[in-house]
Nanobody
Framework: QVQLVESGGGSVQAGGSLRLSCAAS????????MGWYRQAPGKQRELVAG???????WYADSVKGRFTISRDNAKNTVYLQMNSLKPEDTAVYYC??????????????????WGQGTQVTVSS
């Protein structure tokens, strides 16, 4: 089994920055993709960013140029650096891990593991 533990959420004013971290433990060889989803109140959970163990990345259009996903394979940790935050970025952010079964991260990942979520609140 794999355990994912997020940290780094919080409250910030619009234009500010936050960095989320997700530490993975357990049988991590079972996954080769890690990513971040978010879910705002009344909305569906959406993929924000993903990264393969080889460093290929994917971003949702709404966060391109503002968010950066990275990973430290030695620490089994993935990060989400969020800059120029907007009120519409307010959501619970979930770390996810899985396996790439088709070439595209957004449509081709089987997400098997989830963290507990961390709240990000951006005020205007």
């Amino acid at each position: 089994q794999v355990q994912l533990v997020e940290s780094g959420g919080g409250s910030v004013q619009a234009g500010g920055s936050l960095r989320l971290s997700c530490a993975a433990s357990g049988i991590i060889l079972s996954m080769n993709v890690m990513g971040w989803y978010r879910q705002a109140p009344g909305k569906q959970r959406e993929l924000v960013a993903g990264i393969t163990n080889r460093g290929s990345t994917w971003y949702a259009d709404s966060v391109k140029g503002r968010f950066t996903i990275s990973r430290d394979n030695a620490k089994n940790t993935v990060y989400l650096q969020m800059n120029s935050l907007k009120p519409e970025d307010t959501a619970v952010y979930y770390c996810a891990g899985g396996r790439l079964i088709r070439p595209n991260i957004d449509l081709g990942t089987r997400w098997d593991y989830w963290g507990q979520g961390t709240q990000v609140t951006v005020s205007s």
